[in-house]
């Protein structure tokens, strides 16, 4: 097992664990490889436990010719956006269309023909169009080059759905009839936000679910909230599992100041000794990455991925005296495979996504964050973290200068500040958007966590965790859980019985054909200015 693959993985959004053969995936990644694997492992028994009445992903493939770069014209560049079109359900003509943005992976059609994407479609009469992220739908080794990656962007993407919208009306034969509303989970949440933000005038609304929109270098909150769920009774967590968490992560601490290097090499099939502190430092966040992940994306139900009441029960077991015993059960049940070692080489790591050669939607994942959002899970000693104070902000820092040459400091912290002053991070302006979130996910911590406005609605929901309220329903979903989905559908259906500007026109509005007629009105809303009741954000 190559370790350094793990300590990715704290870039964002979970934590997983993969053979040196397979494909290494990012940390956004794993959140959403979860939720496509949620379909992918379940057979009729498992959907019958769970009450999961499946549809048929019945769907079309095309392909988009894209500009590498929206906002120079003198790049003459493309790529190929790969999209879907699900048309079973869409009462046309004037029906609505659900758009579904995708992220850093590659879809499975599941995660937008089943679930409450799905089921509002069928009672709205929607089209659904999902599209892939630029250089993660279609990854090659073309897009691993770093003069590649230069055009990869959210503003790019953005810019992507402006193109796609008006070749989607085209073909589509839409009208302003056809109200749009985007979707998105996990980084697509903060991308349907801000699309909804930066082009009111295209999308009616926006559902971002579980979408870190305040960009972060140093993410201390993400492991403070993890404390928490262990510790939460309604996560089947309990202040002893923290206790014994905290004490085994110290006994490890205490291995490493003693240089006793051999011995923890053994303990934990390591493959080379720590002696590089570089290499404790990927030692220590593939120790904490299971941990992470099943706060995360913790799902009472799950029979096969880590979660935090299941973690808790080996913690706590009474047969481990020992917490650092406790300690070692999990982390051979849910992070080694076989008799593989464990790769916490920092040098191999930085190799490994230096080389353009390899083909991974980790390498362009990485960038973005050193060139976006930082999002860097950090264990700072003043916080409330359990695990060892290793992994910190320079030290990510550094990966970014190893692997892509972006320089220490200020450059990160400059392209992290500019995100959130372009977007607005979690205090936006705007209208129309549903921020939904679980409590127990570490990501809401970058989340909107209150409503903004009337039109902007925070929905938080009590035990939930990462995109949760995306999937489709079962039999074990919570009180909580229904009554976070139902708020979210019912805002939906208030936005498209009040179509906003594009509501007929009183007779005492301007014409289209007036200088301030409907050519114009696009200007008008982004400028937010209003003429009496024609112009309704």
Request: glycine residues 6%; contains cysteine; negative net charge.
């Amino acid at each position: 097992m190559n370790g350094w693959t793990s300590l990715l993985l704290v870039v964002c959004c979970g934590a997983l664990h993969v053979m040196a053969t397979e494909q290494p995936e990012n940390h956004f990644s794993y959140v959403l490889n979860q939720h496509k694997q949620l379909w992918d492992r379940l057979d009729e028994d498992e959907i019958a436990r769970l009450g999961i009445k499946m549809r048929a992903a019945n769907y079309t493939i095309s392909y988009l010719p894209q500009p590498l770069d929206h906002f120079e014209v003198q790049t003459t560049g493309q790529y190929q956006q790969k999209y879907y079109v699900v048309d079973q359900y869409w009462r046309k003509p004037d029906g609505p269309v659900f758009l579904y943005i995708g992220g850093e992976w590659t879809m499975n059609p599941y995660e937008f023909s089943n679930g409450p994407i799905a089921d509002l479609a069928v009672t709205e009469g929607a089209l659904i169009l999902a599209v892939e992220h630029r250089f993660y739908g279609i990854i090659s080794q073309e897009y691993m080059k770093l003069d590649q990656l230069n055009y990869l962007s959210s503003q790019q993407a953005l810019a992507d759905l402006v193109s796609f919208h008006a070749y989607a009306t085209k073909t589509f034969k839409l009208t302003e009839k056809n109200l749009w509303i985007s979707f998105g989970c996990s980084y697509p949440g903060a991308l349907t936000a801000w699309f909804r933000l930066k082009y009111p005038h295209l999308v009616h609304g926006a559902v971002s679910s579980s979408g870190p929109v305040r960009a972060a270098a140093n993410f201390r909150e993400y492991n403070e909230v993890v404390t928490s769920a262990f510790g939460d009774p309604v996560a089947l967590g309990s202040e002893q599992c923290v206790s014994r968490i905290k004490s085994a992560f110290q006994a490890v601490g205490t291995m490493l100041a003693n240089e006793q290097w051999s011995e923890l090499q053994q303990a934990f099939n390591i493959c080379l000794p720590l002696t590089d502190i570089n290499d404790r430092k990927m030692f220590a966040s593939t120790l904490q990455d299971t941990f992470m992940g099943a706060a995360q994306y913790n799902v009472l139900y799950a029979s096969t991925r880590p979660t935090v009441g299941g973690i808790c029960n080996i913690m706590t077991n009474e047969s481990f005296s020992d917490p650092l015993d406790a300690l070692k059960a999990v982390y051979f049940k849910h992070v080694v495979s076989g008799p593989t070692c464990t790769d916490a080489s920092y040098s191999n790591f930085i190799n490994f996504y230096r080389n353009d050669s390899h083909v991974t939607s980790t390498r362009p994942w990485l960038y973005q964050t050193c060139t976006e959002y930082g999002y860097y899970q950090t264990c700072d000693a003043d916080t409330n973290c359990m695990f060892l104070d290793l992994v910190d902000l320079d030290w990510w820092l550094q990966v970014c200068k190893d692997i892509f040459g972006v320089e220490l400091g200020s450059e990160v912290l400059d392209h992290v500040d500019f995100t959130n002053s372009y977007y607005g991070a979690d205090k936006p302006w705007g209208s129309r958007i549903v921020f939904a979130n679980g409590d127990l996910d570490p990501w809401h911590a970058l989340g909107v966590k209150e409503n903004l406005a009337e039109s902007m609605k925070a929905v938080m929901i009590r035990g939930g965790s990462h995109c949760q309220d995306t999937r489709a329903t079962t039999s074990y979903d919570t009180e909580a859980l229904k009554a976070g989905r139902i708020a979210i559908k019912n805002e939906v259906k208030k936005w498209l019985a009040s179509p906003g500007y594009y509501q007929p026109e009183p007779e005492e509005c301007p014409s289209s054909a007036d200088p301030l007629g409907r050519s114009f009105q696009p200007t008008l809303i982004m400028l937010g200015v209003f003429l009496g009741g024609c112009l309704k954000r």
